[in-house]
């Protein structure tokens, strides 16, 4: 079993280092842009990745944020104590609220739609105030396997009728390697541990400290699903 799943995770980061180039460079309208099978040009080197990589808490276009995350300064190490602005709605922030528009990305929308329902069920998200569509996939996937033989996504397979927080933990800790300079796949990448970055995404749904903020995250979850 931990060996099939080693090989549907090494699927997914090879197939979304492909992807991902594609998104950043549409949504960004990117010159030069990032290629599909080169690495090494993003995480902080690339301009844009080091944005969406950067602490939503600093401001990657001020210069002395950026040149201290580059040269890895004690004030500006990056790790997984801190969310990404790609985990933003709109790749913006309120930082005197960190928890407004928190995981409601487009581009964290685009990936889950890749490895749980198909890369071309990503083409028609637009991530604006539009979740995953779990449910109406699955009825789709049915509806198709009715009519001809077809292969079957993930969330059918698993039989997923609305997102946890433990996909939503994963298709992040994919989307965030792949945003990456790095070329294979590790536990921990300089100061920033994936397996910590996933654990506390998880934890933010499921250890909640009372119930206006377990209602924020239902309603987060329901955003997700629907």
């Not at 992807?19 to 844009?48: M, T, Y």
């Not at 934890?203 to 909640?208: C, D, N, T």
Request: glycine share 6%; with cysteine; proline share 4%.
């Amino acid at each position: 079993l931990k060996k099939g799943a080693d090989v549907a995770q090494g699927d997914d980061t090879s197939s979304l280092k492909d992807l991902v180039a594609g998104w950043v460079n549409q949504e960004f309208r990117l010159s030069p842009l990032i290629k599909p099978d080169d690495k090494h040009s993003r995480g902080f080197a690339s301009d844009i990745c080091g944005k969406l990589l950067c602490p939503a808490k600093w401001d990657w276009d001020q210069t002395h944020v950026k040149a201290g995350i580059r040269d890895r300064t004690t004030e500006y190490i990056i790790s997984e104590n801190s969310w990404p602005l790609f985990m933003y709605e709109d790749y913006k922030v309120n930082r005197d609220n960190l928890k407004e528009g928190f995981l409601k990305s487009k581009l964290l929308v685009l990936a889950f739609k890749a490895i749980f329902t198909s890369p071309s069920s990503a083409k028609e998200a637009d991530g604006d105030g539009d979740g995953t569509d779990i449910l109406e996939n699955n009825r789709r996937t049915r509806q198709k396997s009715d009519q001809a033989k077809v292969k079957t996504c993930v969330a059918s397979i698993i039989n997923m009728r609305k997102v946890t927080p433990r996909a939503i933990a994963y298709i992040a800790l994919q989307l965030c390697f792949a945003l990456s300079g790095i070329s294979s796949w590790r536990t921990v990448d300089g100061d920033f541990d994936y397996e910590t970055f996933w654990t506390s995404i998880v934890a933010f749904f499921e250890v909640v400290p009372g119930p206006v903020t377990r209602c924020r995250v239902d309603k987060l979850l329901e955003w997700w699903t629907r």
